[in-house]
């Protein structure tokens, strides 16, 4: 047994009961091990909840820098950090809940050791905004603002994206890239929009 099997168990049964509805019995059931085996790898239900949020947010930092590190225009990199993002939470769902919807769960010693990696996840959002406000490209009188609308809208999509629906999380990033890339665009006729 690994401790990435245990992680994966338990986000799958956070995801389905939330957090404070699952017992370190659940986790132990669902890995097959005896509860005392368990703490042999964890030391508590906190501490697996923070290195689920940990996990996630260390994929989604990776692909954000990947996106960042590309030779492309703030539109593209844009699009493609919308893609990647919906990809990473759509097709790792588990993850995804536990990230979005459990991190409150958290006690404060714990919240403590979580938000630097979460507020450097939203910085990479704004970095990547403020390039394009930069370029004159987009038009943003706020980038904290900007960041948290367009994580805001992406995050909200795990409470109603279902797999079986017509489109698929490439396509729905593509749908989402283009409003927010077509509503921070600054207009060819110099437009500047009133702030």
């Given at each position: 047994?690994?401790?990435d099997?245990i992680?994966?168990?338990?986000a799958?049964?956070?995801?389905?009961?939330?957090?404070h509805?699952?017992?370190?019995q659940?986790?132990?059931?669902?890995?097959?091990?005896?509860?005392?085996?368990?703490y042999?790898?964890?030391?508590?239900?906190?501490?697996?909840?923070?290195?689920?949020?940990?996990?996630?947010?260390?994929?989604?930092?990776a692909?954000?820098?990947?996106?960042?590190?590309m030779?492309?225009?703030?539109e593209?990199?844009?699009?493609?950090?919308m893609?990647?993002?919906?990809?990473?939470?759509?097709?790792?769902?588990?993850?995804?809940?536990?990230?979005?919807l459990?991190?409150?769960?958290?006690?404060?010693?714990?919240?403590?050791?979580?938000?630097?990696?979460?507020?450097h996840?939203?910085?990479?959002?704004?970095?990547l905004?403020?390039?394009g406000?930069n370029q004159?490209?987009?038009?943003?009188?706020d980038?904290?603002?900007?960041?948290?609308?367009?994580?805001g809208?992406?995050?909200?999509t795990?409470?109603?994206?279902?797999?079986?629906g017509?489109?698929?999380?490439e396509?729905?990033a593509?749908?989402?890239?283009?409003?927010?890339?077509?509503?921070?665009?600054?207009?060819?006729?110099g437009?500047?929009?009133k702030n």
């Amino acid at each position: 047994m690994t401790r990435d099997e245990i992680l994966d168990a338990a986000a799958q049964i956070f995801r389905q009961k939330g957090y404070h509805a699952t017992s370190m019995q659940d986790i132990a059931n669902a890995v097959k091990l005896q509860k005392a085996s368990l703490y042999y790898h964890v030391n508590s239900k906190q501490e697996i909840l923070l290195m689920i949020l940990d996990r996630a947010l260390d994929i989604l930092i990776a692909r954000m820098q990947e996106v960042m590190a590309m030779p492309l225009s703030p539109e593209e990199k844009l699009r493609r950090a919308m893609i990647a993002y919906f990809q990473i939470m759509l097709e790792q769902r588990d993850l995804a809940s536990v990230l979005l919807l459990e991190y409150r769960s958290l006690e404060p010693e714990f919240r403590q050791r979580h938000i630097p990696r979460r507020d450097h996840y939203e910085h990479l959002w704004r970095e990547l905004l403020n390039e394009g406000k930069n370029q004159r490209i987009f038009h943003v009188s706020d980038i904290a603002l900007a960041a948290r609308f367009l994580l805001g809208v992406m995050n909200w999509t795990i409470t109603w994206y279902r797999e079986d629906g017509r489109l698929s999380p490439e396509e729905l990033a593509k749908e989402c890239a283009n409003l927010f890339v077509l509503g921070l665009k600054v207009r060819e006729n110099g437009d500047q929009r009133k702030n």
